[in-house]
């Protein structure tokens, strides 16, 4: 369904990166993987490409860098022969206090999440500018409601979900779409946020988020529920949906 389709996936080295990887690579793309973990990331990508048909390679970038981003882009470029579409999943996630919350936790926090989205979006502009293409970046419920225990990443996904939205009107006359998915999936970032909680904060966590979600209150599996729809927007089926934040969440949000 995608040959011939050239995809950037960061965040690749686990989680929702990992599933669209193997999700773009069984659908017949070619792939260039990026991530900070460049260990993990070469696992991911061997495996890919032991299952196939399309094929994947591994680079590393830091997407909060500048220099990292344009040559991890430039690199990927060559190696794809051009970009039709970047799937940007990668991010960080941390708690924090709206009181006591630290200069540096905050900046640490906008420059991975915000700034990346803007490094990588903008370096997939520059490679897509003369054909159109897909960007899928990666907002969340947290950007669209109060998260009193994680106000920077909600204040970050908040600001993912406006540059989608101008990033999209700027570039649609290109032909570049711009959507960001707001996704509730069992991954490893979420494995992590939930063993770092205390029993009081998972019955919070139970009536804030898993209640409310309509399809059997369960986070996602990214592989299933996940994967086909970065395949569908990676695709020419998606040619006119622009600018949208899209919850792939069983039904916790709605984004009017
Ligand atoms: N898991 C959920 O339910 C959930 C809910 C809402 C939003 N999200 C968002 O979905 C996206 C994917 O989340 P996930 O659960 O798969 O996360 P994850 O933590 O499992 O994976 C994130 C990946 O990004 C990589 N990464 C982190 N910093 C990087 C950097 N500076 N440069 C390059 N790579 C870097 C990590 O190494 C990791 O491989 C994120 O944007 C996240 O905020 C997730």
Redesign the pocket.
């Known amino acids: 369904m995608l040959e011939g389709k050239r995809i950037i996936v ?8 990992e599933a669209s990887l193997l999700a773009y690579v069984q659908a017949g793309a070619q792939v260039v993987a ?4 460049d260990e ?1 990331g070469e696992a991911v990508v061997e495996a890919a490409n032991l299952a196939g048909p399309g094929h994947a390679t591994y680079q590393h ?4 860098h500048k220099g990292s981003v344009t040559d991890s882009f430039a690199r990927a470029a060559e190696t794809l022969g051009g970009l039709d579409v970047l799937a940007h ?5 941390a708690g924090g206090s709206a009181s006591e919350m630290g200069v540096d936790d905050w900046d640490q926090m906008f420059a ?2 915000v700034r ?1 989205t803007m490094l990588t979006n903008q370096a997939a502009y520059q490679l897509m500018k003369s054909q159109g293409g897909s960007i899928i970046n ?5 950007g669209q409601r109060a998260e009193p225990s994680a106000p920077a990443y909600s204040a970050a ?1 908040g600001a993912v979900h406006s540059w989608t939205r101008s990033a999209a009107a700027a570039w649609g006359a290109k032909r570049i779409r711009v959507n960001a998915i ?4 069992a ?4 494995k992590e946020a939930m063993a770092l909680m205390t029993e009081d904060q998972k019955e919070a966590s139970y009536w804030m988020n898993h209640q409310s979600i309509a399809l059997g209150e369960q ?1 996602g599996d ?1 592989l299933t529920d996940l994967g086909p729809v970065m395949v569908f927007f990676a695709s020419e089926g998606s040619r006119f949906i622009t600018g949208q934040l899209i919850p792939v969440d069983g039904g916790q949000t709605n984004t009017r």
């Open positions: 960061t965040g690749s080295a686990r989680g929702m990166g990026m991530d900070i973990n993990m970038v830091d997407i909060s999943p990668a991010a960080i996630q991975v999440n990346g990666f907002g969340s419920i947290s996904k707001l996704p509730a999936m991954t490893p970032m979420y986070y990214p």
